[in-house]
């Protein structure tokens, strides 16, 4: 099945510490992005890649950074210099008529 | 003013009832709507997908835009308990190169049985 996998569902992180969230998908989509989800407060753009090695900062990406080595994967870290980390991730592509397709969403906590 | 606007709720409604949800927005550029629902802590899943104005049916869910009034509007017949999630909104200007797709907030809704 083709799709968007976002792993792990879960992640704690300490203080100080840089995690990295994993996203992989199959659908042969250019585009991929990163957003975080708040309540209240909607989907964000954090990063967003169009083509491998290329991505640029959306709304958001202090105190994150992203990588595009392989047309695939498209993971996020969060730095220690991300105050508040504490939400929803999630991952998307899109395709070239405009559908974003989303994986399942990782909840990031804080110790 | 927010790009987009979206009535948090939440909406509560007995089963098979005809549900409105709807967003307004001020980009005269958008092109592209879209509505997805979510269940809670899982991703969004595309809904409906409407290029322009005009309406669009697939099942129980019927998509409308109106340009001119800058509102769309997702409308669910016989509503299920199924169906409790929460809706975003969502559109983007025309195609090709990149495109920001926004965002309404979500509107929470609950089918009660």
């Known amino acids: 099945d083709g799709g968007i996998t976002q792993s792990p569902k879960y992640l704690f992180r300490k203080e100080g510490q840089n995690v990295t969230l994993s996203c992989e998908q199959n659908?042969?989509?250019?585009?991929m992005y990163w957003y975080r989800q708040d309540p209240g407060q909607g989907l964000r753009l954090i990063y967003y890649?169009?083509?491998?090695?290329?991505?640029q900062k959306g709304d958001i990406a202090e105190g994150y950074s992203v990588s595009r080595e392989k047309k695939e994967s498209f993971p996020l870290t969060v730095t220690s210099a991300q105050k508040n980390p504490t939400a929803f991730y999630l991952c998307a592509s899109k395709s070239v008529n405009e559908k974003l397709f989303f994986g399942s969403g990782t909840q990031l906590s804080v110790l | 003013q927010k790009e987009v606007e979206q009535d948090p709720g939440p909406l509560s409604v007995p089963e098979g009832a005809i549900v409105s949800l709807n967003c307004t927005y001020s980009?005269?550029?958008?092109?592209?709507f879209m509505w997805y629902r979510q269940y809670s802590r899982k991703g969004p899943e595309l809904l409906m997908y409407t290029y322009s104005s005009g309406n669009k049916e697939d099942g129980r869910f019927t998509a409308q835009v109106d340009k001119s009034s800058k509102y769309i509007s997702l409308f669910i017949r016989d509503s299920q308990p199924s169906d409790s999630a929460t809706y975003l909104c969502a559109m983007t200007p025309f195609s090709g190169g990149y495109q920001k797709v926004t965002f309404g907030t979500g509107t929470k809704l609950q089918v009660i049985p």
């Open positions: 980009n005269s550029a958008f092109q592209y």
């Open positions: 890649s169009q083509i491998v090695n290329d991505f």
């Open positions: 659908l042969n989509h250019d585009a």
